[in-house]
Nanobody, 124 residues
């Protein structure tokens, strides 16, 4: 059984930082691209960042470029999202996802496994 378990969410003031973690089990982690998505109330789920299986290539949504950093530790089967300079508009449930293979894309349909999500709330 594949499990992706996010942690690290919470309430933070604007300008603050949070680090999300996603621990994976039940899959060969190093053979999957990984991504973080987010969904705010009443809005569609959007990609935040992606990282290839080896960590060599990353992608960021324009709204988070320069503020968020995605990384992974294949030895620990964990992907991270460092979020700095947080804004109220970053408030959402954040989900990690594992791709169907080695490649990564911004499209949610290309991801096979999903975590349960972790709430991030940024107060103004």
């Amino acid at each position: 059984q594949v499990l992706l378990v996010e942690s690290g969410g919470g309430l933070v003031q604007a300008g603050g930082s949070l680090r999300l973690s996603c621990a994976a089990s039940g899959l060969t982690f190093s053979t999957h691209g990984m991504a973080w998505f987010r969904q705010a109330p009443g809005k569609e789920r959007d990609v935040v960042a992606t990282i290839t299986w080896g960590g060599g290539d990353t992608y960021y949504a324009d709204s988070v470029k320069g503020r968020f950093t995605i990384s992974r530790d294949n030895a620990k089967n964990t992907v991270y999202l460092q979020m700095n300079s947080l804004k109220p508009e970053d408030t959402a449930v954040y989900y990690c996802a594992a791709s169907r293979g080695l490649i990564t894309t911004p499209r949610g349909n290309d991801y096979r496994y999903w975590g349960q999500g972790t709430q991030v709330t940024v107060s103004s």
